[in-house]
């Protein structure tokens, strides 16, 4: 079987006093996870434009795209559901949010029924927690851009 390409992008949403935006994911498998807001990118769209609508359709949050700067890090591998394999390459950016209001009324239906909560983390929780937090790696970044780490060229996370 042929895997369907599959490209997305997400954006590490931090608000005031550095904490992180992550939304809790139930897999197939009855095991949650923890990942950044973010999704497909149609064929329309730009990977920040995509990153943005993912943002505000999964959280409410609102972005310009253009306010989201370069891509700060990917992570690419398979996975399958369903009996379909996708070959995905997922897109990260970094952006202040200006507060923390949550709301998951724009998720669509097969988001909402994946999707068991949302938690703004700070940076040293992540790095703690034994909870999965996808990508691998995730965590680290985080640390690093948070003390203004600049960096030259995309991180490449670790796939799931």
Not at 80 to 104: C, I, K, P
């Amino acid at each position: 079987m042929t895997p369907v390409r599959r490209a997305t992008a997400r954006v590490v949403a931090v608000a005031p006093g550095d904490v992180v935006l992550l939304l809790r994911y139930l897999g197939r498998d009855g095991n949650g996870y923890w990942i950044t807001p973010g999704g497909g990118i149609r064929p329309e769209e730009t990977t920040a434009q995509a990153a943005a609508r993912e943002l505000r359709e999964e959280t409410g949050l609102r972005v310009d795209p253009r306010d989201l700067g370069p891509v700060v890090a990917t992570s690419s591998g398979q996975w399958s559901d369903g009996g379909t394999v996708y070959d995905a390459h997922d897109s990260f950016f970094f952006w202040r949010a200006l507060h923390t209001e949550v709301d998951t009324a724009g998720q669509e239906r097969l988001e909402h029924s994946l999707c068991t909560g949302w938690r703004w983390w700070e940076a040293p929780a992540m790095t703690a927690s034994t909870e999965p937090i996808l990508p691998d790696g995730l965590a680290d970044l985080v640390v690093r851009l948070l003390a203004g780490e600049r960096l030259g060229v995309p991180v490449r996370l670790t796939w799931r």
